[in-house]
């Protein structure tokens, strides 16, 4: 039987929120853990629209790219 961290009741049942108090239980098992998340497709998307309307922009992107990966 599964116990919430947050409000220590017991459930029969495993979920990934908790029946009594709406907690999330940790840790919550992603599906697939290599695809994007839709935060950084959003973040591409955003960037890929800025580059078609901007013009020159494409530079600029490459360079924040490199200094991103410079980071990492």
């Known amino acids: 039987m599964p116990q919430c961290n ?3 009741t017991k ?3 495993d979920a990934p929120l908790c029946h009594s108090c709406g907690a999330i239980r ?3 098992d992603k599906k697939n853990p290599s695809a994007f998340s839709s935060q950084n497709k959003l973040k591409l998307s955003v960037a890929l629209a800025a580059v078609i309307v901007t013009p020159g922009s494409l530079l600029l992107l ?3 790219g490199a200094a991103h990966l410079k980071r990492k």
Do not use: T
Request: with cysteine.
């Open 62 to 64: 490459a360079i924040a």
């Open 11 to 13: 459930e029969e049942k």
């Open 6 to 8: 947050f409000c220590g």
């Open 26 to 28: 940790y840790p919550v």
